[in-house]
């Protein structure tokens, strides 16, 4: 490369780096967006909470149905039958 052209290529690229500085130097930023409105509700409980149903029924405990026991052998384990 010639002298020449590596002058002119250094002054370029001078001036490049010295607009973009200055383009960032003052150019403003945007503003950030506002923050979203608040549409919060607050609630205050006072005093003992109730359970939110009560059984007619105190004491009693409900227990599961008798369900039939299942049978020892099980047929997906069996070999098919000759016919």
């Keep these: ?30 503003a950030p967006p506002p923050p979203p409105p608040d549409n919060a509700m607050e609630v205050e409980f006072e005093g003992k909470a109730d359970s939110a149903q009560k059984s007619d029924r105190t004491g009693h405990v409900a227990a599961p149905t008798e369900a039939d026991t299942p049978a020892d052998d099980n047929p997906a384990e069996k070999p098919p039958e000759p016919k």
Excluded: C, K, N, Q
């Design 1 to 30: 490369m010639r002298s020449d052209m590596r002058r002119t290529a250094a002054i370029s690229a001078g001036l490049h780096l010295a607009v973009l500085l200055a383009l960032i130097v003052v150019l403003p930023t945007p």
